[in-house]
Structures are given as C-alpha cells and as structure tokens.
C-alpha cells in the first residue's frame, strides 16, 4: 500500500516559516492535499490539489509537489497556527483509496 | 452555512452493531461524493469508505471491507455508515466528510465535528 511520511514535529517561531514535508513515492505525480487539526476539533482544508487554497484560508498556507516529497508550507507563523498537519493522497492503483500522512505536530514557540 | 452533522455513536461491545448517520446541510447533497474518516485516540486520521454523488460507486478501506457498509439517501441529505461485526481496534471518533466534487477522488473540503465510536467489552 502506499505510504506518506511526515516529521512528527516542527517547532516554529512567531513570524518564522515553517515548512512541513510530505515524502511518498513519485508523489509529484499525485494531487496532494493538506488538512489543519486543531486540538477536540475536525480537520480543516488549507491546501488542495498540492498549491490551491480554499476560500477563507490566508495566502500565509502555500504549497508546492515535486518527485518524491509535497510541502506544505506556512509563512508568517502565528500562534493559532499551531496544530496537527495531515497530507493526503488518493492512490487508485489496482484499489481505490484514499491515504493520509502521519501527520506533524506544529509548535509556535 | 455548509454544515455536517454526525451522529449514532456510542458503546458496543465486539462483535456488535452501530449505524452511524450524517446530516448534510446548505448545499446540493446529491452532487458531491461523501467519505467517512476516522481517528483512534491519539492517532492520525483514517480514510475507511467513500460513495459518489450518486451513490453508484462505493469504496471501502481494507480494515473495514465486508464488514462496513456506507450508503446515502440524497432524498434525505444523509449519509449513513451500517457498522458489523465490531472490534477493538475500530474505537475511533469517525468524521463525515464532503468532497470538492461528484467523484470521490478529491479533497475533503467540509468535515463534521465528529462521532465516537468505543469497541469494548
């Protein structure tokens, strides 16, 4: 089955960027989409197929695909920023399905 | 306002039974596909089934297949989660989740809040 690998933590300061990667096999050939959890809540869309941003979401959330490894990456970190990360692909294959990361905590010092 | 609302969780022993629903609200129910999600205390998220728009075409995680069973009624905007043969290790909350488009192949662009499921004698 295929696999994304994502760091368990990236620890930021305020106003730094902090850039979370998504490692998956010849991933740059797949959409990637990215996915914000804060803390007793449902995750939140802030990049879709691997640069696009959903309405409502700052231009601070980029993203960007290439070879083996999706970025995610956050610009101006604030403190409301900190949460859990999540990419995902859908891998169709000889099985339709649908894969998330494992996902990366995001701390803002 | 777009809205998803999960409900039908609760306690069940292994090897029991729970149907799970999801109230859709503020869009065309029937045009997007749906999925559920879930996420095991303390765990990363799980995709375990999705369905088309219309409902022709479903898909189903191996963890679960043969033993879940997703279905919608776009008379009703709700989409319901028949879960069998329970164990321990489906103990999860399990979102609702709508996708950008008709085809199930996309992002989830709304999700619910989310309802807990606990497998456990």
């Known amino acids: 089955s295929y696999v994304l690998t994502q760091p368990p933590s990236v620890s930021v300061a305020p106003g730094q960027t902090a850039r979370i990667t998504c490692g998956g096999s010849?991933?740059?050939?797949?959409?990637v989409h990215w996915y914000q959890q804060r803390p007793g809540q449902g995750p939140v869309l802030v990049v879709y197929?691997?640069?696009d941003r959903p309405s409502g979401i700052p231009e601070r959330f980029s993203g960007s695909n290439s070879g083996n490894a999706a970025t995610l990456t956050i610009s101006r970190v604030e403190a409301g920023d900190e949460a859990d990360y999540y990419c995902?692909?859908?891998?169709?294959?000889?099985?339709?399905?649908?894969?998330f990361g494992t996902g990366t905590q995001v701390t803002v010092l | 306002e777009v809205q998803l609302l999960e409900s039908g969780g609760g306690l069940e022993q292994p090897g029991g039974s729970l149907r799970l629903s999801c109230a859709a609200s503020g869009f065309s129910f029937s045009t997007y596909a749906m999925s559920w999600v879930r996420q095991a205390p303390g765990k990363g998220l799980e995709w375990v089934s999705a369905?088309?728009?219309?409902?022709?075409?479903?898909f189903y995680a191996d963890s679960v297949k043969g033993r879940f069973t997703i279905s919608r009624d776009n008379s009703k905007n709700t989409l319901d989660f028949q879960m069998n043969s329970l164990r321990a290790e489906d103990t999860a909350v399990y979102y609702c989740?709508?996708?950008?488009?008709?085809?199930?192949?996309?992002?989830?662009?709304?999700w619910g809040q989310g309802t807990m499921v606990t497998v456990s004698s």
């Open positions: 197929d691997d640069s």
């Open positions: 989740a709508k996708s950008r488009r008709y085809s199930t192949n996309d992002a989830f662009e709304i």
């Open positions: 995902q692909v859908w891998d169709a294959g000889s099985e339709h399905f649908c894969v």
């Open positions: 010849n991933i740059g050939s797949k959409s």
């Open positions: 369905i088309s728009g219309g409902g022709g075409s479903t």
